[in-house]
């Protein structure tokens, strides 16, 4: 239902540009968001953004600062700018989209399949 694109490998310090669209189903007035799991590890918030209020966001400690995501209501699609990429940001990236941003954060809502993200050091 939510296809992610825009993952690939990339050197500690590049960035990344992920973007994620509906098939099959519009998602409209839903909040969107993206988590991320890394090898070995739980499934992590990453950062929101809701569909009104001129798109109120939300982000993880982890990548405050350095990712900002934003959305085109129009093509109901999410976008996530990474920036100063590090290592530890390597996982597979999922788009998610839900009534609010608290449902993304608790990774409740409609998923597809993630993009997978490689920081090399």
């Known amino acids: 239902q939510l296809q992610a694109f825009g993952g690939g490998l990339v050197q500690a310090g590049g960035s990344l540009r992920l973007s994620c669209s509906p098939s099959g189903r519009t998602f409209g007035n839903y909040d969107m968001g993206w988590l991320r799991r890394a090898p070995g590890k739980e499934r992590e918030f990453v950062a929101a953004?809701?569909?009104?209020?001129?798109?109120?966001?939300n982000y993880s400690d982890s990548v405050k600062d350095r990712f900002t995501i934003s959305r085109d209501n129009a093509k109901n699609t999410v976008y996530l700018q990474m920036n100063s990429l590090k290592p530890e940001d390597t996982a597979v990236y999922y788009c998610?989209?839900?009534?609010?941003?608290?449902?993304?954060?608790?990774?409740?809502?409609?998923w597809g399949q993630g993009t997978q993200v490689t920081v090399s050091s």
């Open positions: 953004i809701s569909w009104g209020g001129n798109g109120i966001t």
């Open positions: 998610a989209a839900a009534p609010t941003i608290s449902f993304i954060q608790r990774g409740l809502g409609h």
